[in-house]
């Protein structure tokens, strides 16, 4: 064996061993990751299941309402109005011709509304005085309002038909409210979720994952003999940090693509630019989760740590799920401390408004000085010491 | 070769001080005011009773932990002031050497080697030395994680040789290894220091292995006790190490369990179906017979002193009492007779994980009254027997029965007349030493009356009342295990199981755990046990030696020595006879298999 000296010491110093060392890390750190079922499933198949759960068991539209039309005295006016209902993609219609029958299919829940068109609709109509009436299933009632909304404006382009068609208009002119969303012209709840979905993969694989790994050291006595070489605690923050860096950033392209050609949602901000933002992200999780795990030093601690500081106030806090200006004042002052909220904000912006740099950089800015000062700690927090 | 540029001294540790704080508030001191200094080159030890401040002194010249107070200076840098550079330059294996279970051995090896900067050429030369030293090569594929017990520790080997360290520090490193692999982990250590001038420093609780070492420093409570080399402790038991033998068809661990209570006995061990002793009296006074009731009518030579008798008179010189903090009551008068009685009968055990057979056509008998012990290296399917005799496991074919019931029909019925004490500490860490006692006497069915006369009887007999308030978790290595065992014994079962029970235990802990074992034994408890030291094997009425999942030998110590005389010297000993066994069956089937 070699001699060791003094020579030999100046090289540990050097950039290149400090290179070669952190190659190593990085490498020993990537064949765990793929070799461990655990961090396969939080890394690859929770984002896959989220993505698939996301977009097509949960929505928060209202599609498909299943509603009886109730024709007391099916007339061809009668039909046509009732043809609004059948033709829409938002109702799953049943026709009928007697009200106690639906009312019966209502109270077994087997339809969410009935629309009820009186035997002498056609004449009223002719003088000007028709009447539909409508009954909604109220115990979601927001789903209840949205139903209502749905069925009056179904009536309202029926009655715009006839009044195009040179029918008498009753009392001047039927006045159809038209109503435009911006940014989200569809409605679709997809464009707001996927920007979320986003957020949590990063928060599940940035800092879930990564406290995992840190405390399975600590709890396995990895750490200790590691400790007892030439390697600096830096390159070890370091090599934890670039395989999930790298597992992070795949989530996102994943979800872009899903985001893109599974829900179509519109892309309108500039994709470097998202790449900066989430990279910013994925940086402050990732020192969240290196800073809890250096701290307890137990997996199970860890992880309901960083469930709780991290993954549910990404859920329930950052204005993805729930508007934040509905909430009160308090939670609203503690949001600002959330980086999941910044990033939402800023994942919605260039996803359905594009590059607004008045939103853009603010956020961003705020992200970047959360990132340092966490990474700064988490290096902090780990050092070659046991106790 | 070596540069010895640091006047010699590898450690020089002035006045060094550490202690801890307990959860409970308290303050431990873990190292008091300790001076020493590890000269450069050679194997040195530190020897001690457990909480001696082995582990924390080793951690503190690896820079893991600071000092309170004092200094400590490695290959001539104060730790203190530059842990890196010590750190650059020496190489450490903790306890539990934390290799990447999930890495192959390869890849464990090249992380060490890139970590220390070895270059491709270097490893080329290096790692067949290594490869072929360890034995691993034909392993390199293979995960850390499905290695056995005593490869792991080679290979943790392996990966600290790998950066040619100044210093190595090992920390326990054959704890829960067998005599075979024990054996070959010594052998390279010494060829590193032989061959390459290594300085070694290791903790031991195995005090040959201390006798193998250049110098030893032996730890009591986070002070030194002494140092130099082992001679020097050895001669401090000089002309007082004595061999008694037993009266005929006595056991010698009777014999020894009554010299144990003598005050002027230090220390006494069953040792090739004698006893030896060591007494309190020094020089030509010390002849034991006339101080000794016990020992009237017997006949006694005296031998040559060994270190594990010099390291019992020292411990026993600092602390007067420390050797024997034993009150434990005296053996029922007359010991009853051995009945021929069979409790546990196995015929052509088998049990097959997939295409592996871990355990191979076994069989024994043990008799009520028995300790029984099972031996052999890792690997050898010991546990896995264990866990079938337990009704833990089911076997795949075989006939097994237990107190009278058939294991593979019954088993509910015959674990109600089985304690079972696992290798890991298995209790409750949160609860206190009296709710562990309280919810596993419910958890046996004991109510009433008879549960507080259990749990009472638990807490006199163990000697746990003083801490019977403290979370099981907190307490001292060798009192957990106490806690153990009385939680086993809690229902009184008429068969103890113990996996491994002095695995890692101090010599003064052992002594302790097998006088227990030995009054069990005398109120007609069977006792099946399992353990690593070879020595252990003595205070047994019968010993399995198993390998490879077949049974190779049983019979009482005398006759298990026996057969490896056939090979070996005529006083062979226990490790010996098990060691030449274990290699005679490997080369056999060797032979046999291509």
């Known amino acids: 064996m070699i001699a060791p000296g003094e020579p030999k010491l100046s090289w540990h110093a050097s950039g290149r061993a400090r290179l070669q060392r952190l190659a190593a890390l990085v490498r020993k750190e990537t064949y765990q990751l793929f070799r461990d079922p655990s961090a396969i499933a939080i890394g690859i198949v929770m984002p896959v299941l989220l993505i698939l759960m996301f977009g097509f068991a949960l929505s928060l539209d209202v599609k498909n309402v299943p509603v009886a039309v109730v024709l007391e005295n099916p007339s061809p006016t009668t039909a046509e109005l009732a043809s609004g209902f059948v033709l829409s993609p938002y109702f799953d219609t049943r026709e009928l011709t007697s009200m106690p029958s639906a009312e019966q299919l209502l109270l077994q829940q087997k339809v969410d509304g009935i629309v009820r068109i009186r035997s002498d609709f056609a004449r009223q109509l002719n003088s000007g005085n028709g009447q539909a009436q409508i009954l909604v299933y109220g115990t979601d009632a927001n789903r209840a309002r949205i139903i209502e909304a749905y069925a009056q404006g179904a009536i309202a382009q029926f009655q715009a038909r006839r009044a195009a068609e040179g029918y008498a208009a009753p009392s001047g002119g039927a006045a159809v409210v038209q109503s435009r969303m911006w940014f989200n012209e569809a409605d679709d709840s997809h464009y707001f979720l996927v920007p979320g979905l986003i957020v949590l993969i990063m928060t599940l694989i940035g800092a879930f994952l990564t406290t995992l790994v840190m405390a399975r050291e600590w709890e396995r006595g990895t750490l200790e003999a590691l400790f007892v070489t030439p390697v600096r605690a830096g390159e070890i923050v370091i090599s934890k940090m670039i395989p999930y860096f790298v597992l992070g950033m795949m989530g996102l392209a994943l979800c872009i693509f899903a985001a893109k050609f599974l829900f179509e949602v519109p892309f309108r901000g500039s994709v470097l630019l998202l790449t900066g933002v989430s990279t910013l992200y994925l940086l402050v999780a990732l020192a969240i989760g290196l800073l809890i795990s250096s701290l307890t030093k137990s997996q199970f601690v860890a992880s309901m740590a960083t469930l709780i500081i991290t993954f549910l106030p990404a859920l329930f806090l950052s204005g993805f799920l729930f508007d934040l200006r509905s909430m009160p004042a308090a939670i609203r002052v503690l949001s600002y401390a959330l980086p999941a909220r910044y990033y939402v904000n800023l994942l919605q912006t260039l996803f359905l408004a594009g590059n607004i740099w008045s939103v853009v950089l603010p956020d961003a800015a705020v992200l970047a000085g959360m990132a340092a000062a966490l990474l700064a700690l988490a290096r902090a927090v780990t050092t070659k010491r046991l106790a | ?594």
């Open chain 2, 1 to 594: 070769m070596s540069m010895q540029p640091h006047g010699g001294v590898a450690v020089l540790g002035r006045h060094v001080r550490k202690t801890f704080r307990r959860e409970t508030g308290e303050t431990v001191v873990a190292l008091d005011d300790l001076s020493l200094e590890v000269p450069h080159g050679g194997l040195a030890a530190l020897v001690g009773p457990d909480g001696a401040g082995k582990t924390t002194l080793i951690r503190l010249i690896a820079g893991l932990m600071p000092l309170d107070a004092g200094t400590l200076v490695v290959n001539g840098t104060d730790i203190a002031r530059d842990p890196q550079r010590v750190q650059d330059r020496i190489a450490y294996m903790p306890q539990r050497f934390g290799l990447y279970e999930d890495l192959t051995v390869r890849e464990n090896l090249d992380l060490y080697a890139s970590l220390h900067g070895i270059s491709d050429e270097e490893r080329r030369r290096r790692y067949p030395e290594l490869f072929q030293m360890t034995d691993l090569a034909p392993f390199t594929g293979r995960l850390a994680g499905h290695l056995s017990g005593g490869m792991k520790q080679k290979l943790g080997l392996a990966c600290t040789l790998i950066g040619a360290p100044e210093l190595l520090l090992l920390d326990e490193p054959t704890v829960g290894v067998d005599p075979l692999s024990r054996r070959e982990l010594w052998e390279i250590i010494a060829r590193l220091v032989r061959e390459q001038n290594l300085s070694v420093l290791l903790s031991t609780s195995y005090l040959d292995e201390a006798e193998r070492c250049d110098q030893v420093f032996v730890l009591r409570e986070g002070k030194l006790l002494a140092s130099g080399p082992p001679g020097e402790v050895t001669a401090l038991a000089a002309g007082r190490s004595f061999e008694a033998e037993p009266q005929a068809g006595e056991p010698a661990r009777n014999l020894q369990s009554r010299l144990l209570d003598e005050p002027a006995i230090i220390d006494a061990v069953p040792e090739a179906g004698r006893v030896h002793l060591v007494s309190a009296q020094n020089g030509k006074s010390a002849a034991p017979e006339q101080s000794a009731a016990a020992l009237a009518g017997l006949s006694i030579i005296p031998v040559p002193a060994r270190f594990e008798d010099g390291f019992m008179v020292l411990l026993r010189q600092q602390s007067g009492a420390a050797g024997k903090s034993l009150a434990a009551p005296p053996l029922s008068p007359e010991p009853a007779a051995r009945s021929d009685e069979t409790i546990i009968t196995v015929h052509d055990l088998v049990r097959k994980f997939g295409t592996f057979t871990a355990v191979d056509r076994v069989s024994f008998e043990v008799h009520r009254g028995e300790i029984f012990g099972l031996l052999g290296p890792n690997g050898a399917g010991k546990t896995t027997t264990f866990r079938m005799l337990c009704g833990l496991l089911s076997a795949t074919a075989g006939t097994l029965r237990v107190a009278g019931f058939d294991l593979r029909r019954a088993r509910a019925s015959a674990r109600q007349h089985i304690g079972y004490v696992a290798q890991k500490f298995s209790l409750y860490g949160q609860l206190t030493v009296a709710d562990n006692l309280e919810f596993f006497a419910s958890a046996y069915g004991l109510r009433g009356r008879r549960k507080r006369e259990r749990v009472a009887w638990a807490l006199t007999q163990f000697e746990l009342e003083p801490l019977m308030r403290l979370p099981s978790g907190q307490l001292p290595g060798g009192y957990k295990q106490r806690l153990a065992m009385a939680t086993a014994l809690l229902h009184s079962p008429d068969i103890l199981f113990l996996d491994e029970p002095t695995s890692g235990a101090d010599p003064l802990a052992r002594r302790e755990f097998w006088r227990r074992i030995t009054q069990f034994a005398e109120q007609r408890v069977t006792v099946v046990v399992t353990t690593h030291f070879m020595e252990e094997a003595e205070y047994c009425d019968r010993v399995a030696i198993l390998d490879g999942g077949r049974m190779l030998a049983v019979g009482t110590p005398a006759e298990v020595r026996g057969l490896a005389a056939a090979a070996g010297p005529d006083r062979a000993t226990m490790e010996d006879a098990f060691i030449a066994i274990v290699e005679r069956a490997r080369e056999h089937r060797m032979d046999a298999s291509p």
